[in-house]
C-alpha cells in the first residue's frame, strides 16, 4: 500500500553537488517523519538527515553544513539537496518514513524505498 520511490542519485566528482527526491504514495504524509539514510558496502546503514511533520531537521554530525532536507506535503516528496559530496558519500541512499516524531535509528522506521545510488569520485 505505502510505496516510496528514490530517485536522482549518479555518479559525481568530489566537490559537486546531487538533488535526490523521495516519491511517497498510498496515504498522506503530512503527519509523518520522512529520512534520509545511506549504506556503503560492508557497512550497517546510517542515518543522514531528517524532516519531521511540525518542519524541524536533524543531520548527522558527519553531513552537517553539506545536506539539506526539505518536503513538499502538498507533492508528499521529500528532498536531499547534497553539496560538496566527499568520496566517503558513496553510498546506497535510502527514504524512510515513519508515522509520528524524528528518529535517527534504523530500527524506528515503518517503511523504506528501494534506494537510489550515490557514486562521488576522488
Known amino acids: 500500500q505505502v510505496k516510496l520511490v528514490e530517485s536522482g542519485g549518479g555518479l559525481v566528482q568530489a566537490g559537486g553537488s546531487l538533488r535526490l527526491s523521495c516519491a511517497a504514495s498510498?496515504?498522506?504524509?503530512?503527519?509523518?517523519?520522512m529520512a534520509w539514510f545511506r549504506q556503503a558496502p560492508g557497512k550497517e546503514r546510517e542515518f543522514v538527515g531528517l524532516?519531521?511533520?511540525?518542519?524541524?531537521?536533524d543531520y548527522a554530525d558527519s553531513v552537517k553544513g553539506r545536506f539539506t532536507v526539505s518536503r513538499d506535503n502538498a507533492e508528499n516528496t521529500a528532498y536531499l539537496q547534497m553539496n560538496n559530496l566527499k568520496p566517503e558519500d558513496t553510498a546506497i541512499y535510502y527514504c524512510?518514513?515513519?508515522?509520528?516524531?524524528?528518529?535517527?535509528?534504523?530500527?524506528?522506521?515503518?517503511?523504506w524505498g528501494q534506494g537510489t545510488q550515490v557514486t562521488v569520485s576522488s
Open positions: 524532516s519531521t511533520s511540525g518542519g524541524n531537521t
Open positions: 498510498g496515504r498522506t504524509f503530512s503527519a509523518y517523519t
Open positions: 524512510a518514513v515513519r508515522s509520528g516524531s524524528g528518529w535517527r535509528v534504523v530500527t524506528r522506521y515503518d517503511y
